[in-house]
C-alpha cells in the first residue's frame, strides 16, 4: 500500500534553515510527481510546491518562492524540501501528497510540524 | 491565482440526514485540455487530509457512494447523502487546474 512518511521537523529560529525529507513505498516513485502542502495551527491547507515526476520542473506559491526548494531522489524514493531564511508564518505541519493521475492529489503522509519561534 | 470560496463555512447536520458544501473559484476550472480539475477532501480531527472526490464528480476508490460531487465551471457542490459519525471533520475544496493550486477555506461539518 502507498506510504509516505515525513520527518524533519522541529523548532527553528527565524532566518534559519530545515529540511524536510518524504519517504515514499508502495508504488513507483519516479512514475509520480509530488507535492509539499502546509497548515499552519488551527488553519486551513496551503499548497506549497511540486516536483515533477523526473525533477523536470517544479512550482512554488509566492509565499515561499526563493526560500524554499523541492528536489526528489528517485534512486532512494525520496522527497525533499529545503525550507531557508523561515519566518514566524513558517509555522505549519508539512504534508507530502502523490500526484496521481487525473492531476490529483490522491495520497496523503501524517505530516511533520515545524515551529518557528525565537 | 485562482480564489476558492466555500460556503458555508461551518455546517451543523443531523445524524442521517444529507449535507451540502458549496464551493466557487474566481475563474473557470476548466482546464486547456477541457477537463476540469476540482477536487474534495476530508480531515478528521487529528488527521491528514483524504481524498474524496476528484475531477468534480470522480469518487476515489474506497470511498462511499454517499458521497457525490457535482458542478462545472465556477460552480461546485459536494454532496453526503446521509451524514453519519465518521464524517466529521473539515471539508476542503481544491483546484489543481493551474498553478499555484488553491483550496477553499475549509467547511466544518458536525453533528447537531
Known amino acids: 500500500q502507498v506510504q509516505l512518511v515525513e520527518s524533519g521537523g522541529g523548532v527553528v529560529q527565524p532566518g534559519t534553515s530545515l529540511r524536510l525529507s518524504c519517504a515514499a513505498s508502495g508504488f513507483t516513485f519516479r512514475s509520480h510527481g509530488m507535492h509539499w502542502v502546509r497548515q499552519a495551527p488551527g488553519k486551513g491547507l496551503e499548497w506549497v510546491a511540486v516536483i515533477w515526476y523526473d525533477g523536470s520542473d517544479k512550482y512554488y506559491a509566492d509565499s515561499v518562492k526563493g526560500r524554499f526548494t523541492i528536489s526528489r531522489d528517485n534512486s532512494k524514493n525520496m522527497l525533499f524540501l529545503q525550507m531557508d531564511t523561515l519566518r514566524v508564518d513558517d509555522t505549519a505541519t508539512y504534508f507530502c501528497a502523490r500526484w496521481g493521475d487525473d492531476k490529483r492529489l490522491d495520497f496523503w503522509g501524517q505530516g511533520t510540524l515545524v515551529t518557528v519561534s525565537s | 491565482e485562482i480564489v476558492m470560496t466555500q460556503t458555508p463555512l461551518s455546517s451543523p447536520v443531523t445524524l442521517g440526514q444529507p449535507a451540502s458544501i458549496s464551493c466557487r473559484s474566481s475563474?473557470?476550472?476548466?482546464?486547456?485540455?477541457?477537463?476540469?480539475?476540482l477536487s474534495w477532501l476530508q480531515q478528521r480531527p487529528g488527521q491528514p487530509p483524504r481524498l474524496l472526490v476528484y475531477k468534480t464528480s470522480n469518487r476515489l476508490s474506497g470511498v462511499p457512494d454517499r458521497f457525490s460531487g457535482s458542478g462545472a465551471g465556477t460552480d461546485f457542490t459536494l454532496k453526503i447523502s446521509r451524514v453519519g459519525v465518521e464524517d466529521v471533520g473539515v471539508y476542503y475544496c481544491m483546484q489543481t487546474t493551474q498553478f499555484p493550486h488553491t483550496f477553499g477555506q475549509g467547511t466544518k461539518l458536525e453533528i447537531k
Open positions: 475563474q473557470s476550472l476548466v482546464h486547456s485540455d477541457g477537463n476540469t480539475y
